[in-house]
């Protein structure tokens, strides 16, 4: 079966350090998208790309970077972790508007 | 500027009864509407969505209802089960501009319980 798994589920980290979390899907879709989840925020966009090679920034994504090579898997990357980050982030992909988005479990990133 | 809104955090039920979610928006532009189940350690799940051409989408024990005119969208769950307790969020997306295509604006979430 298709699916999208996000590595790693956990992930404690330093201020200052520079954090990757993947992201790989197995359903071919075009779109792909990085969402972190506060408590009295919902789900917001950090970034998105609508294939390879391109690459968008959503409402909050200062301090992130991402990159997509292939179709499979959109890395995101905080390139200086701060406190502000900890949070769970929850990557996403889909074939179209019309159709549901398929989201991965969560990665849980704490920064101390 | 929370553009989709959901102003009850927690809701709570009796088993057997009615379960209803509301969401406002603000963007007259969204144009499809979307409900997602959360569970504690999952990924949100979708579950049910509409387009702005309709005002009523079933399926199953959920239904959502879409009132344009007043920017709300409702999720009546009937008869409500111990298991639907969740998370859940609405979202809204637009295919507008080209730019906006595919993404999904969010709402806080209501914690729904399901009492025995």
């Known amino acids: 079966d298709a699916e999208i798994t996000q590595s790693p589920r956990h992930k404690i980290t330093e201020t200052g350090r520079q954090v990757t979390l993947a992201c790989h899907q197995t359903?071919?879709?075009?779109?792909m998208f990085w969402y972190r989840q506060d408590l009295g925020h919902g789900l917001r966009l950090i970034h998105y790309s609508y294939g390879v090679h391109d690459t968008n920034k959503g409402e909050v994504s200062d301090g992130y970077s991402v990159s997509r090579s292939n179709t499979e898997d959109l890395p995101l990357t905080l390139e200086s972790a701060a406190s502000s980050q900890t949070s769970v982030y929850f990557c996403?992909?889909?074939?179209?508007?019309?159709?549901?988005?398929?989201f991965g479990q969560g990665t849980r990133l704490t920064v101390v | 500027d929370q553009q989709v809104k959901q102003n009850s955090p927690s809701l709570s039920v009796q088993e057997g009864r009615i379960s209803i979610l509301n969401c406002d928006y603000t963007?007259?532009?969204?144009?499809?509407f979307l409900w997602y189940k959360k569970y504690p350690a999952e990924g949100p799940t979708f579950l049910i969505s509409i387009s702005s051409i309709k005002d009523k989408n079933e399926d199953g024990r959920f239904t959502v209802f879409l009132n344009k005119s007043a920017k709300h969208l409702s999720l009546h769950i009937v008869p409500s089960q111990p298991g639907d307790s969740a998370v859940y969020f609405c979202?809204?997306?637009?295919?507008?501009?080209?730019?906006?295509?595919?993404?999904?604006?969010f709402g806080q979430g209501t914690i729904l319980t399901v009492h025995p």
């Open positions: 979202a809204a997306s637009t295919n507008a501009g080209g730019t906006s295509y595919g993404k999904l604006t």
């Open positions: 996403a992909s889909s074939e179209s508007i019309w159709v549901r988005a398929f």
């Open positions: 359903w071919n879709h075009n779109n």
């Open positions: 963007n007259s532009m969204f144009d499809y």
